[in-house]
């Protein structure tokens, strides 16, 4: 069993930062493939960045190749996304999810979201 509780989330001004966490609870973090996604107003949730359970593959949409870094920190039992270059379109619910068997294909715990808000 895996809880996830993301933070970071906020109001930012077009070109302004923030950085996203979600912090983990459960034995099986370490092992586990860790992801952020996001659903816009109106819109289906899509990935935005993933990351293997060692932190070696990363993975990053198009849209956010570039501006957003994901990382890990296995001893704090946390995953991190660094948001940088923010656009009016990167307003979303972000949400932290994870993979247990590490496979990246069965994200089966997800935290509650947290709200990403980018004024132009």
């Known amino acids: 069993q895996v809880q996830l509780v993301e933070s970071g989330g906020g109001l930012v001004q077009a070109g302004g930062s923030l950085r996203l966490s979600c912090a983990a609870s459960g034995r099986t973090f370490s092992s586990a493939a860790m992801a952020w996604f996001r659903q816009p107003p109106g819109k289906e949730r899509e990935t935005v ?13 198009d849209s956010v190749k570039g501006r957003f870094t994901i990382s890990r920190d296995n001893a704090k039992n946390t ?8 656009k009016p379109e990167d307003t979303a619910v972000y949400y932290c999810a994870a993979d247990p068997f590490g496979t990246g294909r069965s994200y089966n715990y997800w935290g509650q979201g947290t709200q990403v808000t980018v004024s132009s």
């Open 49 to 61: 960045a993933t990351i293997s359970w060692s932190g070696g593959i990363t993975y990053y949409a």
């Open 79 to 86: 995953v991190y996304l660094q948001m940088n270059s923010l």
